[in-house]
């Protein structure tokens, strides 16, 4: 089988140079183990995180291993009693075409209720962050003015139509005039800039959310993290789900000035990490397959298809040139 490993650590932007992809010997399975074919693959940011040495969230990706991350397979032979040939199941073991399994990790999927690969997104993790992040973290009140970075991203669309169903103003950035378009089209958001024509987005929010914001959803940091502090509203939140912007820097950038308004505005800043809340996972997926039926959520997907263009799909993330949710079909 093919499989994608890392082959050093990136330093700033990570290059193809980084990755190689590898042809290995996959053996049957054997007793309680199965065989699993990927058909789908996800690449996330968080996965840069883990393309260094020394502590983060989750452990380090390990140089000369496979990548790791989300998937969407079919068992195609099992020795295991619980699970069956035609199986299809979401596990850990992406960037690769197959893998062996006992079953610690992995969970079935329905392939009748919604395209298999939106396990990988609204149905999965990038859509469970943005309802624990929303609801649990930023305690979401009808009516909220709310405000939103990387806004048309994985997480971020789901967020902005998730605070247009309670009612809330929502204001999104991002990086193109066509994800603009989008956000307020489909997702019917209030308002939305492309941050890369304004000089300052603290000014533009202004102008876009006079009377202010209550709850600042940020997957960015820097610049629109700066501007969120300068126009929280009393008693305002901030959600901590990412900060993309700082991810590939070699050195770190300086903090916001302006954090005086945590304390003159009474505002609470709270990060979380998705893994963490696995309790609701049952809610979200209960909730968020309503919403789905009724028709109040649009998402979409920019798919990249075969294997060895996984490591592409993954840089492609930090140049901001994808809609919705990344994803890899394994192969055509
Ligand atoms: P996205 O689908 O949003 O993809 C990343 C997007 O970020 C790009 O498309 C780009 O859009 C934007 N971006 C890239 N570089 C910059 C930059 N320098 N400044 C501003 N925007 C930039 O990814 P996800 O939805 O998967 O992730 C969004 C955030 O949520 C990330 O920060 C991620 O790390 C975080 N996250 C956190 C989790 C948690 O448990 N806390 C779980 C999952 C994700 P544009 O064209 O708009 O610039």
Not at 108 to 127: H, N, W
Not at 156 to 181: L, R
Request: aromatic share 8%; with cysteine.
């Amino acid at each position: 089988s093919r499989q994608i490993q890392l082959t050093s650590y990136p330093e700033g932007l990570p290059t193809l140079d980084n990755f190689e992809l590898v042809e290995t010997e996959l053996q049957s399975p054997g007793e309680n183990e199965f065989l699993v074919q990927n058909e789908w693959l996800s690449v996330d940011p968080y996965m840069r995180g883990r393309m260094r040495e020394g502590e983060s969230y989750v452990k380090p990706f390990q140089i000369g291993e496979p990548m790791e991350g989300a998937c969407v397979g079919k068992v195609v032979e099992s020795r295991h009693p619980q699970y069956s040939e035609g199986d299809y199941v979401l596990g850990n073991q992406g960037w690769r075409d197959a893998w062996l399994s006992e079953g610690t990790g992995v969970m079935k999927v329905d392939p009748e209720a919604v395209p298999l690969q939106a396990y990988l997104s609204i149905l999965g993790m990038t859509g469970m962050t943005a309802y624990v992040g929303l609801l649990k973290i930023g305690e979401l009140k009808e009516g909220d003015r709310v405000f939103v970075s990387a806004a048309s991203g994985a997480v971020g669309s789901i967020v902005c139509q998730i605070a247009k169903i309670h009612g809330c103003f929502v204001v999104g950035s991002a990086g193109s005039k066509q994800k603009i378009d989008w956000l307020k089209e489909k997702a019917d958001i209030d308002a939305a800039f492309n941050y890369k024509e304004v000089d300052d987005v603290s000014a533009r929010l202004k102008e876009l959310a006079p009377e202010g914001i209550d709850l600042y959803f940020d997957n960015v940091g820097g610049d629109h993290l700066q501007a969120a502090l300068d126009n929280l509203n009393d008693f305002g939140r901030i959600v901590s789900c990412g900060m993309i912007s700082t991810y590939n820097d070699k050195s770190p950038q300086p903090g916001p000035d302006n954090l005086f308004k945590i304390i003159s505005r009474r505002l609470r800043m709270q990060g979380f990490i998705v893994r963490d809340h696995d309790d609701i996972r049952e809610e979200f997926q209960i909730r968020m397959t309503e919403w789905i039926q009724a028709g109040k959520m649009h998402w979409e997907e920019t798919v990249t298809t075969g294997l060895e263009k996984t490591p592409q799909a993954f840089i492609d993330l930090f140049h901001g040139s994808k809609m919705g949710k990344a994803i890899v079909k394994v192969s055509e």
